[in-house]
């Protein structure tokens, strides 16, 4: 059998890349640049040339659609940067990727525009309580009780024959999200800080959007933990630094203590071992293999969330024996979860815990 192999068309090539799918383009180009438009137009310009996307002519008229759409603007000094709008847009784009993920893992939660009642209810029954509902009396059960309580012929309906539906509903969350941003998240080649950004992006958008009574705070974790804001999350960059875990847990710890919501958690995104901690005021390092100094102050961290009702989701986004053996011990000390993901699903599996561990059973 012949199989003909033709070329690349740019004309054709052009017409199936849609606008929209062209600003989507620049959204991801952009955050991996972490906000330097400078950078993503060059990336731009050279995916352009590589596949036939558009000449330099092309390449400019983008250009002034940017400017005309209000999605970047010359600073002080007449370099280009990112608008308010831009910021707008990746996070929306974040969203709907990570959404798109979360349905192709065959887990999602849909929503109606209508307003009602955050009950949700279970097949499960138990007996009638003052102050319970009427509508979650499960009336078949009900009169089954009472019919083998009295028989056909004398029943009558007790309050002690009345059952109703369990029920669950959303509680309030707030969670810190841990990023880490040492050397290793760039290390061989791998990009790993944009889909922790991305995911962060996106939780960031979910509980505003959805969830306004939730709280999200994020921490980058490298040689120190500080915590940043959500507005700085597409400039986020990695740096020469260590993995001081414990660092961020403590801070994770600080930031919850002032929360009055009723769950509490720490999402912390790594790909590393710890390999530092501060011990007297100073930075105590060793990158070579698990120190038991570290690992110790590190596990005493997760003990303390543990008893502080705090839960850590680990997500880890690398499969090295020894690394996995630290989280495994990590997610035993402090009774969490930890998941080992590749960098595709990651937002997925964020946004699938997060929305689990928001419900709790109303007894």
Not at 55 to 65: A, C, N
Not at 140 to 153: F, P
Not at 248 to 274: C, E, S, V, W, Y
Request: contains cysteine; charged residues 30%; hydrophobic residues 40%.
């Amino acid at each position: 059998m012949r199989i003909a192999y033709l070329g690349l068309d740019p004309d054709e090539a052009r017409k199936a890349l849609t606008e929209k799918e062209l600003l989507k383009l620049w959204n991801q180009l952009l955050l991996m640049a972490s906000g330097d438009v400078q950078q993503a137009l060059e990336w731009l310009k050279q995916l352009a040339q590589r596949h036939g996307l558009g000449d330099e002519s092309w390449f400019e008229r983008f250009l002034q659609s940017l400017t005309d759409q209000g999605l970047v603007r010359p600073d002080e000094q007449g370099l280009l940067v990112p608008t308010r709008k831009a910021e707008r847009a990746i996070r929306k784009d974040s969203l709907d990727q990570v959404f798109r993920n979360l349905e192709g893992m065959g887990q999602g939660e849909h929503r109606t525009s209508g307003s009602g009642a955050s009950l949700e209810r279970l097949p499960e029954t138990r007996p009638f309580t003052f102050g319970d509902l009427s509508s979650d009396i499960d009336y078949k059960l009900s009169i089954t009780n009472a019919l083998k309580r009295a028989g056909l012929d004398d029943m009558d309906l007790r309050e002690d024959d009345l059952e109703v539906f369990e029920t669950e509903h959303f509680a309030n969350c707030a969670t810190v999200l841990m990023i880490d941003i040492s050397h290793s998240m760039i290390l061989y080649g791998e990009d790993r800080i944009t889909p922790a950004k991305r995911v962060a992006i996106a939780l960031a958008e979910l509980i505003q959007t959805r969830y306004p009574k939730d709280s999200l705070e994020v921490i980058t974790f490298g040689d120190e933990a500080r915590q940043v804001s959500l507005s700085r999350l597409p400039y986020l960059q990695v740096g020469p630094f260590h993995t001081n875990t414990r660092a961020g847990l403590q801070l994770a710890q600080r930031l919850l203590a002032r929360k009055k919501h009723t769950n509490k958690q720490i999402f912390m995104i790594t790909d590393g071992k710890p390999s530092a901690v501060f011990e007297n005021g100073r930075l105590y390092k060793n990158p070579f293999g698990l120190d038991p100094r570290i690992v110790a102050l590190t596990l005493e961290e997760a003990d303390h969330c543990r008893r502080r009702n705090i839960s850590i989701s680990t997500f880890m986004i690398a499969q090295d024996a020894v690394l996995v053996d630290f989280i495994d011990r990590l997610t035993r000390t402090n009774k969490g979860r930890a998941y080992y993901s590749a960098l595709d699903s990651l937002g997925g599996n964020i946004l699938v815990d997060y929305m689990r561990n928001r419900r709790r059973r109303v007894r």
